[in-house]
Every structure is written in C-alpha cells, then in structure tokens.
C-alpha cells in the first residue's frame, strides 16, 4: 500500500522513514468534495495547532504529515526490511491495510470509538482512497466514552469493570453478578454516540425491564397469537403495525435503539 502512495505521488521517503503528504493531498482531494477532515469537519489550518511534537518532526515536510513507515532505532522490538529500510509500519497505515486484505477496498460500516475520529479514521481515510481510489467505508460510527458512576472508565482511575466481572460479578464496585442479556439490554438502552453510565443501580433498574419485555414475550408465545392473524383484532393489528414501523423508523435513525426499547417497554 505504502508503495502505491509513493507512486501517487502522496507520500515521501526522509531517513528511512515514509510520510504521508498531508496538504497534497487535501488540496488535490478537496477539488473533488472530499478534504482531509472530511469526517471531522476540521479545517487543515486549525488542525495544525492541536498537533502533537512527536518524534523526528524534522524529517517531515509540513507538521500535519503522518508516517506511513517509521525506521526502527536500535532498541526497538518491532523491526522488518523493507525497500526504505529496516523498520515498522504506522498505526494508520496498520489498519487500512488489515481491512483492505479482510473487508476489501470498501465495505459498509467502520466502528470505533470518538476518540479515533481525528486524527487516525481521517488518516485511514486519506491513505485508502489514494491506495485504492476510493472510500474506504460507506459509513462510519463513532461510539461514546464509558463511565462509572459518573467518572470515566480507566485504569488510572482504578475504575474498570471487565465484562467477565460483570458476568461474575467478580469486582468490589458491583453489588451481584449481572447476566449478559442484562447487560446487552443495558447498552441497548442508550444510543451507542450517547455517554453510557455503569452503576448498578442501572443495571439493576435494567434487570427488571427485561425481565418485564420477556414475561410479556413469553406471555404472547403462549396465547397462541403469534399463530393468529392480527386482523382478527383490528386495535391489536394497528398497534403491531404502529410498533414495527416505528422500529424500523427509529433504527434507521442512526440506530436508535434507545427509542426502540423505550417505545417497546
């Protein structure tokens, strides 16, 4: 991939090391409707100023290049030969290529947290559509941060829960053992861009729902219903066709589970 970039005259071997031209090619992509931050709605100019100093800066020939291959110093573990040099492929560069070989050129939805938003999706986004000559994903969905108790989850808050805890319960801050259907319906509950809270009073309050959305479910499996046609009850037959169109309405609203479960219960 990274050869096909230098041949398209988007990228730059300094050092040993491969960077990506930045500006070339906003400047040639934004001709055609696709800018770097695209995805972000950043502008290059006011991208420049959040920029990290990292490493060897100076080999690059504007501040917003990204390294598509980096020159291993000698201390370093990850370490292959290639055409620039002994050395390591990028972060970004990483993940195009691992979906490109497993997805293809493009596919439908690339997942990720909001914090992949910029810089490294826009990266992935740059490099792939040079490489491959076009956009990588149809459609791109960034999920919110997880908190605890209001606080966000990490581990230099000493706050995590593994999911192996919550099953087990297995974890000084859960009071009992959670089943994973619990906490699938707990997710379910808020929309995957909205900030998801973990308490277990939460959990506890989703426990309950569920076991209120099952009982009913399992209350219509045993009438016999399902085997009826809903005509037979015209107020029963409009609510159904009320609740699956607006299912369908809701989850084509950038998957709103939220209101799906919430109009369910």
Same mark, same amino acid.
């Given at each position: 991939m990274i050869k096909k970039i230098i041949a398209d005259?988007?990228? $730059?071997?300094?050092?040993? %090391?491969?960077?990506?031209?930045?500006?070339? $090619?906003?400047?040639?992509? %934004?001709a055609k409707g696709q800018p770097y931050g695209i995805l972000?709605?950043?502008?290059?100019e006011d991208q420049l100023d959040s920029t990290r100093d990292l490493d060897n800066q100076e080999e690059?020939?504007?501040?917003s290049d990204f390294a598509l291959w980096k020159k291993a110093p000698p201390e370093h573990i990850m370490r292959w030969q290639s055409p620039w040099g002994e050395g390591f492929p990028g972060w970004h560069i990483e993940c195009s290529a691992m979906a490109t070989k497993y997805l293809g050129e493009e596919f439908d939805i690339h997942g990720g947290g909001m914090d992949l938003q910029?810089?490294?999706?826009?990266?992935?986004i740059a490099q792939s559509t040079v490489c491959n000559h076009k956009m990588p994903a149809r459609y791109w969905m960034h999920n919110n941060m997880i908190t605890i108790n209001g606080r966000k989850m990490g581990k230099s808050y000493g706050n995590v829960i593994t999911?192996?805890?919550?099953?087990?319960?297995?974890?000084?801050?859960?009071v009992q053992a959670y089943h994973p259907m619990t906490i699938r319906f707990f997710i379910l509950q808020s929309h995957y861009r909205g900030t998801l809270d973990f308490s277990n009073e939460a959990l506890q309050a989703s426990e309950k729902a569920l076991k209120r959305l099952m009982e009913a479910y399992e209350w219509l499996a045993g009438s016999g219903v399902w085997g009826l046609e809903f005509g037979v009850d015209p107020a029963l037959d409009e609510k159904v066709k009320k609740l699956i169109a607006e299912f369908e309405e809701f989850m084509d609203d950038d998957m709103n589970t939220a209101k799906v479960l919430a109009n369910m219960l």
């Open positions: 005259g988007y990228a $730059y071997e300094a050092n040993g %090391s491969v960077y990506f031209d930045v500006e070339k $090619y906003n400047t040639d992509y %934004s972000s709605g950043r502008v290059l690059k020939r504007d501040k910029f810089p490294h999706h826009e990266c992935e999911l192996s805890e919550l099953f087990s319960g297995n974890n000084p801050q859960l």
